[in-house]
């Protein structure tokens, strides 16, 4: 048998990621790729089975499940139902229908603050597992994403790690020009937090800012780009939303395959 490295599997499984949107004509795949590389870590090397992770950007559907497909959660078979009638595998996920979702996200805003209820339940319980939850950077405009921050650091749930998908893009245009705000690290700074930065594509640099020890609550930053890895996709807005024709299929697969 072949021994295939992990970074082996992640081409793998974005190649995996890639079909499974072309299959199903969906869109959302620039958002996906900004992710991926921090789900395959967090999941393969981080997590822990008591863990709980929540992703509150909620159209890295295909993301997490092509992930969870990666670990033997998900089969082929379920790839295969991505967005189709009656499928488990929504455009979004649906609470309970795929193993660790405990709940349906995408109402952007609004993970961190069931984030926020888990870690305080599991504090309250004194329970030691870790919450995770991953976040657009375009939900850090929302007056919910701010109050669950205060949330959190008032009852110091040092029990939480909150991660950001800086990739600079939104549904109508860069964050940046959107809603101008401040420098997030600054902003963020204001708070009793642990603030970290990684390169949001660099394997390790991914691992090694997880592992990193905590006594506060945790905000990491990772710096993405968005359609990574597909010359035609990197930082256009376009592909916050639109489907692959056969053609964009056949370069963007030529394209991940030689990364």
């Known amino acids: 048998m072949v021994t295939q490295t992990f970074e082996e599997l992640t081409k793998r499984v974005r190649l995996r990621l890639l079909k499974m949107h072309y299959d199903s004509k969906v869109g959302h795949i620039g958002g996906n790729l900004s992710c991926i590389d921090f789900l395959m870590v967090l999941h393969h090397k981080i997590m822990q089975s008591e863990d709980s992770f929540i992703l509150s950007k909620g159209h890295a559907a295909g993301a997490l499940y092509a992930t969870l497909w990666s670990l033997g959660k998900l089969a082929e078979e379920d790839l295969n139902t991505f967005h189709r009638d009656n499928t488990r595998l929504a455009g979004h996920p649906i609470s309970k229908s795929i193993p660790g979702c405990n709940f349906s996200t995408g109402s952007l805003g609004h993970g961190i603050g069931i984030a926020a209820g888990i870690a305080l339940a599991r504090k309250l319980k004194n329970q030691n597992n870790r919450v995770y939850c991953l976040t657009s950077d375009g939900e850090w405009q929302e007056g919910s994403t701010w109050e669950s921050l205060h949330f959190i650091t008032s009852k110091n749930l040092e029990n939480i790690t909150v991660i950001v998908d800086l990739n600079g893009l939104q549904g109508f245009g860069a964050t940046k020009d959107v809603m101008p705000l401040p420098s997030l690290v600054q902003r963020l700074a204001c708070f009793d937090i642990e603030i970290l930065e990684c ?13 990193q020890k905590h006594s506060r609550p945790q905000v990491i930053i990772l710096n993405t780009v968005k359609g990574k890895g597909i010359s035609f996709m990197e930082n256009k807005l376009e592909w916050h939303y639109l489907p692959l024709s056969e053609e964009q299929y056949v370069q963007a697969y030529k394209e991940l395959s030689a990364l």
């Open 199 to 211: 390169a949001g594509h660099d394997l390790e640099c991914i691992e090694n800012v997880l592992l």
